[in-house]
């Protein structure tokens, strides 16, 4: 059975950052095509960041420069470190293995 648990949502004030986790059991995250989404009130979901077995990393351009996507192997965990978060980036973060199996999402909330 695969399972997919985010946290580290939170408040943030603009300009400043988070660490969301996502601890993954039933699947390995150095052997999986892991990513983040991100949905917005009203919103269709939308990619955000993406992690290939090989280690490529590939960024939405809305996040580029401010998010880094992360995987540690010793604790099968998903990472996205955020800095510089913007009223924008307000969403619920979701992170999937293969794009097929899904988190319960973890709010993100900009704003002062």
């Known amino acids: 059975q695969v399972q997919l648990v985010e946290s580290g949502g939170g408040l943030v004030q603009p300009g400043g950052s988070l660490r969301l986790s996502c601890a993954v059991s039933?699947?390995?995250?150095?052997?999986?095509?892991m990513a983040w989404f991100r949905q917005a009130p009203g919103k269709q979901r939308e990619w955000v960041a993406r992690?290939?077995?090989?280690?490529?990393?590939e960024y939405a351009d809305s996040v580029k420069g401010r998010f880094t996507i992360l995987r540690e192997a010793a604790k099968n965990t998903l990472y996205l470190q955020m800095n510089s978060l913007k009223p924008e980036d307000t969403a619920v973060y979701y992170c999937?293995?293969?794009?097929?199996?899904w988190g319960q999402g973890t709010q993100v909330t900009v704003s002062s």
């Open positions: 999937t293995v293969q794009d097929a199996y």
């Open positions: 039933g699947k390995t995250v150095t052997l999986n095509s």
């Open positions: 992690i290939i077995p090989s280690g490529s990393v």
